[in-house]
Structure formats: structure tokens, C-alpha cells
């Protein structure tokens, strides 16, 4: 794939201050009557400005949960997701739909995300309609000069979704999203289902945004090369909770929780790194269990476990300046 992705010293200088500032992030969902689905616990970690943070583990394992609880869609069962320091978990409806623009996300299904009826031009200025930002002419102006941005020509504004392809979908859904010029853009997934070509495209674009606007970006995909190049630093995560956070260089250069090491070395073995979305699984159970058993998660495929991995659930700790590994045992 051709990524032309810009190398860090290029990057925009990333300030100190988080645009993001998850913590201690817990979702549960009701399966029946009485019982609960823990689908993430205790995650915290930020993102500052113009900075991609990737977000990896299995099928199953709690990703799009994340996502949709930092945008409040619903809300987490409890912690706090801080927008430039305002917690969006205690804030009145009114102002976090005031806010809304600030923060968006795009999926991976980028034309069943697309109301198909409406015209491509519309769609890209409904954010500014429902904020009631701007003028009709100013606002079709710009989103035409959105759509110039992300190489959609301006005169085909008129369109609608079904007339184009996958890419353009996705392409018109950034556009969309970023109108408002919002301070973080989660994607879940934003390329997952494009041909590698146009992929690679689309991720390029991602890049030239986030260099030229300092977006900060959570960037969860199951494409481990991808995430490689394109992510600053990368969470992974195992069953529901972060098991490493580190810059993407030393994660993928020495992984130092054994569920990292492990997540890495199948995908290098099959050599496709595309392997997790075809639903191959690394540890069996993928998905966070109801009755999360005592101690760490991972010590049932654990090469490494003793008597303390059965006993006591290992919390994040930093084993080196930016390198957060919940482990008793790292490698
Ligand atoms: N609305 C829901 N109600 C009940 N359970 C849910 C709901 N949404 C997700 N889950 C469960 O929560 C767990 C985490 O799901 P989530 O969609 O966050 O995983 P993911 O990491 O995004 O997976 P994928 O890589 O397949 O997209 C899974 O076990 C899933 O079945
Ligand atoms: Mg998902």
C-alpha cells in the first residue's frame, strides 16, 4: 500500500495539553433482565493536538465501545471523558449538543452512513444547519470548499450517495466531519471496507488533515501496518481493558505486555496484516467475559504466568517515560 504518511519530525509539534482526557472508562451493556456485559473497564488515556492515538486488539474485545462512550452515544456507565478539560459525561444535553461540533466521529460503513437521499452538498453542510452557523449561501459554500479539501470536485455537490463509489462515500463522511473544524475525530474502522488502493488514499488524507488542522485522532483499525504508520502512539487492547499504551515505534519494536508480543508475532506469522479482520483470534475468547475472572485477564494464554497473575489484576503502570503496561511480569 502506498502511504505517504508524514514522518514524525514533519509532524506538527504536539502540545503538551491533551485535546482528550479519558478516564477510568467503564461501559457495561444490560444482556437480559439481570445481567451485565462489562465491555470495558478502567481505561484511561489521552490524545493531544495533532496526535493519532491507535486503538488495536481482537474482535469483540471493547474498540467501538470506547469510541462511541467518548462521544457520548450513549454515555459510559461511569469515568470521565474530558473534552479540553470539560467532562462530556456531567455536561446538561444542551451544552454538549453545543459542543457536538468539537467532536466527531466516522465509521467504517461510509454509505449506509449517508442518508440516501439527501444530496452530497447537503450532507456535508448539515452540521453547520443543525448549529444554525452561517448563512445557506455561506454554509453550501463551505461545503464546497470541504469538498475541494478532500478531492471531491465542487460541482458534483448535487449528487447522491448511491452515485458514488466507496471511496468518495468516505470521502464526502470526512468532509462532513470536519466542517464544524472539530478538535478530535474518532475513526472507527475508516478504511476497513475500501479496496487497498483507494485505502491507501484515504489514509493519506487523514494524515494531510490532521497535519494541516493539528486534529487529534483516535484511530482503531484491525490493519496493524496501517495503525504502524499512520498512529503516534497505539493502545491495545485485551477482554475489555488497555493492556499497553506506547509510541507506535517501541510498541511494534518490543511489545512489552505478552498479549502485545503475542498479537504481533501471529500477525507477522501469517504475514497478512489484515489477518485480524478476517477474524482470526489470537487467545480464543476474544470478548470481555461477564464474570471477569480473578486476577489478569490474559493469564489463561499467558507464557509467563505465576501464582501473582492468578490473584491480583495488574493496573497500568508507566515502565518507561510514555510507556504505560499492565502487567506484574513485563517482558
Ligand atoms: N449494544 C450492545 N449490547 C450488548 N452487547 C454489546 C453491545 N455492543 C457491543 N456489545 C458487546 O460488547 C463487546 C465489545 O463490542 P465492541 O463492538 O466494542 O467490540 P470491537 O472491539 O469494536 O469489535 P470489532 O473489532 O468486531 O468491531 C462484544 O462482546 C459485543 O458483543
Ligand atoms: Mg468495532
Not at 462521544?71 to 459542543?99: A, F, I, N, W
Not at 464546497?144 to 471511496?167: A, C, T, Y
Not at 506506547?246 to 518490543?254: I, Q
Amino acid at each position: 500500500m502506498a502511504l505517504e504518511t508524514h514522518p514524525p519530525s514533519f509532524r506538527l509539534r504536539i502540545d503538551a495539553a491533551p485535546i482528550l482526557d479519558v478516564r477510568h472508562l467503564r461501559v457495561e451493556y444490560r444482556i437480559g433482565r439481570r445481567r451485565k456485559l462489562p465491555a470495558v473497564s478502567g481505561v484511561s488515556f489521552d490524545i493531544r493536538r495533532g496526535e493519532i492515538l491507535g486503538l488495536i486488539g481482537e474482535s469483540g474485545c471493547g474498540k467501538s465501545s470506547i469510541a462511541r462512550a467518548v462521544m457520548q452515544l450513549p454515555p459510559p456507565t461511569s469515568g470521565k471523558v474530558l473534552l479540553e478539560g470539560e467532562d462530556l459525561t456531567t455536561l446538561p444535553q444542551k451544552r454538549l449538543l453545543r459542543l457536538r461540533p468539537k467532536f466527531q466521529i466516522i465509521f467504517q460503513d461510509s454509505v449506509s452512513a449517508l442518508n440516501p437521499r439527501r444530496r452530497i452538498g447537503e450532507a456535508i453542510a448539515m452540521p453547520l444547519h443543525i448549529t444554525n452557523s452561517g448563512r445557506p449561501s455561506e454554509r453550501r459554500q463551505r461545503a464546497r470548499e470541504m469538498m475541494r479539501q478532500v478531492g471531491i470536485d465542487p460541482e458534483n455537490d448535487s449528487l447522491r450517495p448511491f452515485e458514488l463509489s466507496g471511496g468518495q462515500c468516505q470521502r464526502v463522511q470526512i468532509a462532513r466531519a470536519l466542517i464544524t473544524h472539530p478538535r478530535l475525530l474518532i475513526c472507527d474502522e475508516p478504511v476497513s471496507s475500501l479496496d487497498v488502493s483507494v485505502q491507501a488514499q484515504i489514509i493519506n488524507l487523514l494524515d494531510a488533515l490532521r497535519c494541516r488542522y493539528g486534529l487529534a485522532m483516535l484511530f482503531i483499525s484491525h490493519d496493524l501496518a496501517v495503525v504502524k504508520n499512520i498512529c503516534d502512539r497505539v493502545a491495545v487492547m485485551y477482554m475489555g481493558r488497555l493492556c499497553e499504551i506506547a509510541a507506535s515505534e517501541d510498541l511494534y519494536h518490543s511489545p512489552r505486555h505478552p498479549y502485545t508480543a503475542t498479537l504481533l508475532d501471529a500477525v507477522s506469522r501469517i504475514d497478512k496484516p489484515q489477518a485480524l479482520a478476517s477474524g482470526r483470534t489470537v487467545g480464543g475468547i476474544i470478548t470481555p467475559p461477564e464474570n471477569p475472572p480473578q486476577g489478569c485477564r490474559f493469564q489463561q494464554e499467558c507464557k509467563r504466568k505465576q501464582r501473582l497473575c492468578s490473584e491480583t489484576e495488574p493496573e497500568m503502570k508507566e515502565v518507561q517515560p510514555g510507556r504505560r503496561v499492565a502487567c506484574h511480569y513485563t517482558l
